[in-house]
């Protein structure tokens, strides 16, 4: 394995990171009293069109999509990308069209996309001129297994028909979030991997109702699109809206959660790295008891331990990003799961050291350690809860040494 960066690696993370120091950075504080002055609306501040422009002419667009449509890159070429993205988790990814659900809903539309519907869809999502929402969590059921899902897709003549209620629709909140791709049951009698599909539902859609936005821990994440809990009600779609199939909704969404899962992994590592600037400056600026807090062992405890699991995590994404690129995410299975479990908890260790350091100033506005934290802790759930990974990793294991046994 060989994780030096390769001359495009090298020349995009420079650009890269003088965007996000002359751009990102700067717009920090803009975007903040944006949203502070538009408190009812779930628009994004108008600085991000501006980033999106800026991000554009410089070429630091679709980073995250492989091929002709996005910017050729690996896994392994997107790693330390991605992580530059992630010290700026808000406005970075948006700015440079690298945003989740948007990534995923344009991979599966790259993948399993009609020709009629990369033209209608994922053309201008490849632009940037609209957004998306994925639609698979439900609030009646342990959504954590995928099979559980009850929204029903029936087919009538040459249309779908959607009924169901969903939550935590990442994203939908947005009124440019134009399209939603909606998980539901077609065939409740299939056999249970393929009774699911999934289909293109437009926002206007009648019967569509965004009946409120989710909190998470208090904070309503407008800035980046909000959560929402969405109703179908006889939701009447065209046939060719189907991705794929009927019945591939469960394959597809594996398809699409392996690079999901793995890109909220390297944005971990950009918001880990600079929780640790920030708690290295609060430590030096402070005293306590007669001497600088970055001078009591404890925090330098803290600081020594926060650098050790940064780079454990990095080498283990790293290496989850080279299997990727050479034996496919299904060869990568064990390393996602292991980087998707290890990174939010390593992460939400860190913040929680941050916050202790920062003080009351930890849990306020004035720094963004506790909205950081509440993000990191709600990627414990998202994608697949820790103990469902972790049920895989060692059913695998388990089966690994017992047919080496057996042998």
Same mark, same amino acid.
């Given at each position: ?291 600088? +807090? $970055? @001078? ?7 600081? !020594?331990?926060? &650098?050790?699991? #940064?780079?454990?995590? *990095? ?65 414990? +759930? $998202? @994608? ?7 049920? !895989?990793?060692? &059913?695998?294991? #388990?089966?690994?040494? *017992? ?5």
């Amino acid at each position: 394995m060989d994780f030096d960066f390769d001359p495009t690696t090298l020349e995009l993370r420079e650009r890269l990171t003088t965007f996000m120091e002359t751009h990102v950075y700067p717009a920090e504080r803009i975007f903040e009293e944006q949203l502070d002055s538009s408190p009812d609306s779930w628009n994004p501040p108008p600085i991000i069109e501006d980033l999106k422009e800026e991000a554009r002419r410089q070429g630091l667009w679709n980073l995250f999509l492989p091929g002709e449509s996005g910017a050729g890159l690996t896994n392994l070429q997107y790693a330390p990308l991605c992580e530059i993205l992630g010290r700026s988790p808000h406005i970075a990814p948006l700015a440079t069209n690298c945003a989740a659900p948007d990534t995923g809903n344009m991979e599966v539309l790259h993948m399993f996309g009609t020709p009629e519907q990369k033209k209608e869809w994922l053309d201008p999502l490849l632009d940037g001129s609209i957004r998306s929402a994925f639609a698979m969590t439900e609030p009646a059921v342990a959504s954590s297994d995928a099979t559980n899902v009850e929204t029903s897709i029936v087919r009538d003549a040459d249309h779908y028909v959607i009924n169901g209620r969903k939550w935590y629709i990442s994203g939908a909140m947005d009124p440019n979030a134009r399209l939603l791709i909606v998980m539901g049951k077609s065939d409740p009698d299939a056999d249970r991997h393929r009774q699911q599909s999934m289909i293109i539902v437009p926002r206007e859609t009648p019967g569509v109702d965004i009946r409120r936005g989710m909190k998470v821990f208090g904070y309503d994440h407008r800035d980046h699109g909000g959560h929402a809990e969405i109703v179908f009600t006889d939701a009447r779609v065209p046939a060719e809206n189907m991705i794929s199939r009927e019945g591939d909704g469960f394959a597809i969404a594996q398809a699409r959660l392996g690079p999901g899962r793995i890109h909220h992994c390297m944005r971990l590592i950009g918001i880990a790295e600079r929780s640790l600037e920030l708690m290295v400056t609060r430590a030096s600026g402070r005293e306590a008891f007669g001497k600088p +807090l $970055a @001078d009591q062992g404890v925090v330098r405890d803290w600081i !020594a331990e926060s &650098r050790v699991r #940064i780079e454990q995590i *990095r080498l283990l994404t790293l290496k989850a990003a080279w299997l990727m690129d050479t034996v496919g995410n299904k060869g990568a299975h064990t390393e996602i799961q292991a980087i998707k479990i290890a990174a939010p908890a390593t992460v939400e260790w860190i913040l929680d050291k941050a916050v202790q350091i920062h003080g009351a100033g930890g849990v306020s506005q004035d720094f963004p350690v506790a909205a950081w934290f509440a993000q990191v802790r709600t990627l414990r +759930l $998202a @994608d697949g809860p820790d103990e469902v990974h972790k049920n !895989a990793l060692a &059913r695998n294991e #388990i089966r690994k040494v *017992r047919s080496h046994a057996g042998a």
